[in-house]
């Protein structure tokens, strides 16, 4: 009886190499496996399959982790309000992780003896295969034959050809990855530090004028209605912001940072349905949080999307962030107003129950209900005592005058 | 004799009635000061002059500290990308120092017994001018009529007009504070949390149409050259691109957050050069600084901002914290190219010298040239043992499938 | 009928001030309340209860929150080890807090419309008890006579004399604070910067020579077994050890630092069982939790000792925090080996199921078993690659010996 | 012509393998270096050059680096009050780098083709090495000998008889790496968790009863007088609190953490000198530096430590981070009083022109000179607004009673 190995499959070229190395050079019975996250129709996803069983695997199986993608990652990102260097949701570094968590689980299930994937030695989610799998299933030995080949393109469709597959493998002139919490697009511009991508490189493009409002309601800091319409299923209340706004062309966006391998990678991206729900939530968290409540979840929510893009997303800390920003969602519950427009959306306002703006002590800048003249003197004179001190016995150190300038 | 009284004078109707009030009703001297940052014409600052006078101040003075803001908070601002909750440059608060700076600086230098100034006990603006004056000048007394009296806007102008002081005080259906960094405007939709202000409310108006491209050279954080012209005086630089980037009607948005009196505030601000210039900076240092110099910089550019808002700009700390910045900057040099269109912008990229997306090893996402595929796997091998060893030993807690979803 | 005030009453000269004025002065129902955090014996509570109403008070209770101090409060102190400035335990700081908020809850439940405390104007208790006053009771006025009539010992003795009440008052060498956390000790050196307390201030004395060992069994970061005795009431177990380490004299320190009227404090204190318990837990977390995990406890840790030293303890992002502490506590579970002699003691070691220091995949620095050499060279270019890259681009900025030393 | 070798030499069994290994094996020229950052003798450093020559190196150089040492990071350690997870000086591990530092700048300069070390794959050591090698010279090729052939003592000590070296490798007991930052002790107990190294175990033994006090002058945050005595040379002045504190047979501790390499490790360690003067610098701080300037001197004084011990110290930011610690010390000027006692010590206090515990508005606790009654009500009042806000709005979330306990 042969090994058994699980493939993180795609359908695309590498993975597709995969299976007739995997089957015919290394002997083994291949498993693919398909995470979605969200990412793929039922179309899709019979095509895969049927080009799966053509190739040769023993078995192939598509595992939806969709809801844990949700439930586990989704929901934190946007309690944290996770934009990396203030740009980018993550869109496709987070799916990664939760399709190799899928593939692992899969492969201890039916006691693979490998795990295999497609990614090349260039970039980040090779990272995220290898240590995830390797966190969790130490036992399973991981194969990457396209890094560990160095194989070109063509020497791939080469070695398809002469075992009979023949396919039309042109390169797409972007690479484009699809998911959930959006899209990302590289190639040509991305490759270059001082050129954009061309309105024609995304996938979605401009299909409305004027303008449009779109609300959103948050219960505790989760979807609960679209434009009036109530959803138990978050993915489908993703999916319906995702279809109006992307049809404005909002979320495209360039992200340049600091890739997992230590070299500077960037990535344009559209991902309409996160950026307006990221910000909308953010304005609702403006009006219904403390100060200090903003101030640490921009720390730990920052620090969990690093962490989530560099593959760490198993890391104990990580657990009790989630805590930390799931605790501070109990009253961000309200109805964001958005006005979309065609390449570009402005959260209008709030309303809620929960609104730390109300009106009960007075508004800002009015007459005050709150506090006297004497209150505020009594404030600063305390607030200015450590300053008042220092300079004192620091022989006028803050005195700007006595200084150059 | 009598004693002498600084007020902090601008010419509206507050620190008008302050002039009459000071110098009628206390019997005192009145110095009249109009601190500068940047925000007024020689005509401007001439009609404010004359009506000083007319008011019956025993003299006035202008005190220009653009030049003392710019060297001393605009570029560090800059260097911390410094935007208030991800939104707000700070157009007025970090202004209102500078001008408490030089008002506290000519009362010491005159001899004042008092300062005064035409804050209501409503805002932000009273602890800023009570705490810079009492840190650096304790031995000055504060007199804040407007708010002490609890005076309104028809008792001023009856008071004003019974002592023969006949103007249009008209009140602006908003209220707009203009200055150099950006300018607030408050009011009606302001003051709810539902409404945004209509395009009409912004002094600025839309006036072109199609794209433009903008170019800026930063030179160590510092703008060097706007659209290939240099620059030496930074001041100008700011103000060419306001003109260049107002016209397309960017840098609009609102602000909700927490004021230093402890209620939550709202304001509307149109600050185009700000934000053209902020988000150039920061790509110019996705670019240019390391991912830990950009971690670093974030908490102490936040910091740096919310307590420059929060009138702490003369807490020691904040010296030590501009040294931080300063530091940072040493490779943050380039030109940035940014595309105008009406009522956003982009930035197209950088061109740097000290790019680290250099390809001197490779572009991420292509052939590598600076690691093997062994390479890749002992990273991985050595990034998972902790975890490996921690889920060894906590029987599996990092399992996802043993848990409820 | 009399309005009602309720007295944070002590049994001391301030408070017993207090009763008299309050109710001859003011003619107020006096309503004392004593909120016991574990510092009193029942005797010392009878005493201080019959010597109220000898006072005048219309009705005494004792209030006991020893339970809710310990379970909202000393237990996330631990988790936390919260020890500010690296030195104190907040023995009496967090205790205020716990104090203040029994007797607004009790004020609030029988009525009151006047809450009274004996505060002098000079300290942080005022404004612990103030500030949490107002939080929860806003529609109750608080009245500090103490502070507001800025009285003398003297002059509080002769008011009281007059009234027929006369006490030993005679002031002690030193203002001792005792609670269960800790005991403060105040005066004479401590009001020095170059001198410390001599070994007599302090309330415990050594009483005994030798060594002797201590163990501590902790389970989620919770105390449950002192030298293999198993405890249910956490108190106990604090006061156990307490008295074990107590008789070694260990646990004593000064602390300086900030106060919340913005002056420098400092004040001696002894706090052996808090200081014993921190560290053993905080060895015990070295070996249970991993490094990111310590990371951001220690963040957020003394964060919330610092809030809950300035009265913050209300603030909502305390709750956000206490969520993450507990979540971190999840394997804090294990033996602490302690060794107490004369003034100092040594965490000898742990024994913890949970413990990542198991030798599953070797010891430090012996050999591994979880790596190849060719492992750690993979590791180590890849970790150099930025830096690398760095000093390529930036033309060997990174060489020392290109600067001067 | 031979290609030649750089070996980082110590004149130990595992170096002395590698110069024989190097030269007859590889048949390279090798030249031995070693790098002193301030451990060793004169009488040390003439064996240790004799031995190499012995051994048949083609040259042996001594790079002295200790100044380096000190100007590029023990006062940055010093500054930064740098003990990690509150315990350890960083003994060994700063040193290592900088022996690093000194090795490859000396490869460099004699057009080195290798760089050899003697470290094993068990620790943090070959990682100091290597990456600090790769950063700063890519060009040269590192050989770690022992680490990849996986040697034993026995092994070595056997390939090194056979050509004739005998000499005296009997096993210490103990594993002891002795710097001017401390001394690192592993070994037996130290591979366990639940045992401690017995007294035997440190290299400095008890040597004084009673008590003694010394005084350590700071300049700036620098050391300038030890017991009254002026020492312009700060390691003279290290070397000098060294003996004096170490007959006290203080400064021992043991260190629990994160290794580089993934595991935890644990290891004993004596630093009389660094525990003494990092806790006197510590306190001087808390009387001269502000609430602020602490907080951020903690966040990044331990950040630097970490980045340090895990061989991260080339980092740009961390260039960045000296800044702002070296702007903190302005004013950290002034004299601490230390009372030595055999196995502890106390710092008295602090006398210091900067002391901001100053009198000039009043001590802590005593009649206050700075504010009123009414003042702090005022304060309390702005204070409380936030959370009266919130509770009100949030319908008494804040209230304790309403939640079970």
Redesign the interface.
Same mark, same amino acid.
Request: glycine share 8%.
């Given at each position: 009886m042969k090994d058994k190995v699980v493939l993180a499959y795609s359908g695309g070229l590498d993975t597709s190499f995969c299976v007739k190395y995997l089957t015919e050079e290394k002997q083994l019975d291949v498993y693919s496996a398909l995470a979605n996250t969200g990412g793929f129709s039922e179309n899709e996803l019979k095509d895969i399959e049927s080009k799966a069983y053509e190739l040769g695997v023993t078995e192939h199986t598509a595992l939806d982790v969709t809801?844990?993608y949700y439930?586990?990652c989704i929901r934190y990102m946007i309690y944290g309000n996770v934009l990396k260097?203030?740009t980018y949701p993550l869109s496709v570094s987070s799916e990664r992780i939760f399709q190799a968590?899928a593939i692992v689980?899969y492969a201890r299930k039916i006691g693979a003896k490998y795990i295999a994937h497609g990614s090349?030695?260039?970039?980040n989610d090779?990272?995220r295969f290898?240590?995830t799998f390797?966190?969790?299933a130490?036992e399973i030995k991981v194969i990457?034959p396209i890094? &560990?080949l160095?194989l070109s393109r063509e020497q791939e469709i080469d070695f398809l050809k002469k075992r009979g597959i023949n396919r039309d493998w042109t390169k797409m002139e972007y690479?484009i990855n699809k998911g959930l919490w959006g899209t990302s697009v590289?190639g040509k511009e991305t490759?270059?530090?001082?050129?954009?991508l061309p309105d024609e490189a995304y996938p979605s493009q401009l299909q409305k004028e004027g303008e449009e409002t779109l609300t959103i309601n948050f219960e505790k800091g989760e979807i609960t209605k679209v434009n009036g319409e109530a959803f138990t299923d978050k993915i489908e209340a993703i999916k319906t912001i995702e279809g109006l706004a992307a049809s404005y062309a909002v979320g495209r966006?360039?992200h340049?940072?600091? #890739?997992i391998?230590?070299?500077?990678?960037?990535v344009g991206f559209e991902a309409a349905a996160p950026l307006v729900i990221i910000k909308a939530h953010?304005?609702l968290e403006?009006?219904t949080?403390?100060?200090?409540?903003?101030?640490?979840k921009?720390?730990?929510g920052?620090?969990y999307g690093?962490?989530l893009h560099e593959?760490?997303y198993?890391?104990?800390?990580m657990?009790?962030?989630?805590?930390?920003l799931?605790?501070?969602q109990r009253?961000v519950t309200g109805k964001v107003?958005i006005?979309l427009?065609p390449?570009?959306f402005?959260?209008?306002?709030?309303?809620?129950?929960?609104?730390?703006?109300?009106s009960?002590?007075?508004?800002?800048?009015?007459? &005050?209900k709150?506090?006297?003249?004497?209150?505020?003197?009594?404030? #600063?004179?305390?607030?200015?005592?450590?300053?008042?001190?220092?300079?004192?016995?620091?022989k006028g150190?803050?005195?700007?005058?006595d200084a150059e300038?």
């Open positions: 809801n844990r439930q586990r260097n203030n968590l689980e090349t030695g260039a970039g090779q990272i290898d240590l390797q966190v969790l130490p990457a890094r &560990n160095q690479s590289g490759l270059t530090s001082n050129q954009t966006d360039m340049v940072g600091d #890739t391998v230590g070299i500077k990678g960037r953010h304005v403006k009006h949080l403390t100060k200090w409540q903003m101030h640490w921009e720390q730990l920052n620090w690093m962490f593959s760490q198993l890391e104990p800390s657990r009790d962030i989630e805590k930390f799931e605790s501070t009253n107003i006005k427009k390449y570009r402005e959260v209008v306002g709030i309303e809620s129950d929960h609104d730390l703006m109300s009960v002590f007075g508004e800002y800048g009015e007459m &005050n709150a506090w006297t003249a004497s209150d505020v003197e009594g404030f #600063t004179t305390m607030l200015a005592t450590p300053m008042k001190i220092y300079n004192a016995v620091n150190e803050l005195n700007l005058e300038d």
